[in-house]
């Protein structure tokens, strides 16, 4: 401190370095670093991902599917952090099992040969789950896997780990207009929404039974509002009685107007 031929660096200055906004190479270096980790990472356990059991949710993150299958079954300890059921795969339903080419020990693009990962923007086609570059994919405009001859549409071209925000809004509208549909990220239909308005017909249906119940219960008291029957307890027998009586009503009410017809 001092006598050093140095400097001590004023509060101004230190602030100021601090505050320094990162600049665009820095912050391009920091994104492709966290794209790098996540193309070789399972999002959910932090494993090395396995190219031979890939699979992806409808926010085009990768998981090794034996982590995802792990994380849906019952445990019976404490919750995780990070869960299946918290990046939002409710079943196997939610994930599309990946198909990658390999070169040697590279990910590649079928059609272009480019190498898969965080230098290229990459897709893959629901249902059938095969990976392309995403420029390939734009050239050959095809509407059946060039892999696989299966249909899909545009909006079944899934971005892989996505960064732009157009990416990220139109997964969210196709995940918005599936569920709309009560279709799940596979196109298969989401049985949680089924045990949802199979419950809710059980809702009603105790509802409907109640209200029959209560009507039954109604009409009997109406059909024994007779006073000739409104000591009789028991319900069977004071039905009963009053058809009975009801019979016999219509009867004399017959030869009433007999009589006097007669006259």
Avoid at 119 to 131: D, E, Q, R
Avoid at 236 to 262: G, H, P
């Amino acid at each position: 401190m001092g006598n050093d031929g140095g400097s001590i660096p004023k509060r101004r200055e230190l602030v100021k370095n601090a505050a320094r906004a990162p600049t665009v190479s820095e912050l391009k270096a920091t994104v492709l670093e966290s794209q790098g980790h996540a193309w070789a990472h399972c999002a959910l356990s932090g494993d090395r991902l396995d190219p031979d059991a890939l699979v992806s949710d409808w926010k085009g993150r990768l998981y090794n599917y034996e982590s995802v299958l792990k994380g849906l079954m019952p445990a019976d300890g404490p919750a995780l952090d990070v869960s299946p059921a918290s990046l939002g795969i409710k079943s196997l339903r939610d994930i599309v099992r990946l198909k990658v080419s390999k070169e040697e020990k590279r990910w590649v693009c079928p059609l272009s040969m480019k190498e898969l990962g965080p230098a290229t923007k990459s897709v893959y086609l629901v249902p059938c789950g095969h990976v392309f570059a995403e420029v390939a994919m734009t050239e050959v405009q095809e509407e059946t896997c060039p892999e696989c001859n299966e249909a899909f549409t545009a909006e079944n071209i899934i971005a892989i780990l996505p960064t732009n925000e157009k990416d990220i809004q139109r997964l969210e509208e196709r995940m918005e207009s599936l569920r709309n549909r009560g279709l799940t990220h596979t196109l298969k239909k989401d049985k949680s929404e089924k045990k949802k308005k199979r419950k809710g017909d059980e809702l009603e249906g105790s509802r409907e039974d109640n209200t029959n119940g209560n009507k039954s219960k109604q009409e009997k008291k109406t059909k024994t509002s007779d006073s000739r029957v409104a000591g009789i307890n028991n319900e069977f027998a004071a039905s009963l009685t009053a058809k009975v009586l009801a019979e016999q009503d219509e009867r004399n009410k017959r030869r009433k107007l007999q009589a006097e017809a007669a006259r």
